[in-house]
């Protein structure tokens, strides 16, 4: 994960992220970041 400000002032105020794992780690911190975002919902991914 890089600051959106790294690419200029166009990405202030975003997040840039690089999926560079296997499909199951990827799996697993997408359903980690969902508890953490939105913990009164389920996310299937």
Do not use: C, D, H, W
């Not at 994960?1 to 697993?28: C, D, H, K, S, W």
Request: hydrophobic letters at 45%; proline letters at 7%; zero cysteines.
């Amino acid at each position: 994960m890089t600051p959106g400000a790294a690419f200029g002032p166009r990405g202030e105020g975003y997040v840039r992220l690089a999926l560079v794992a296997n499909e199951q780690r990827i799996r697993q911190a997408l359903r980690q970041l969902a508890k953490v975002l939105s913990p009164a919902k389920s996310v299937v991914v």
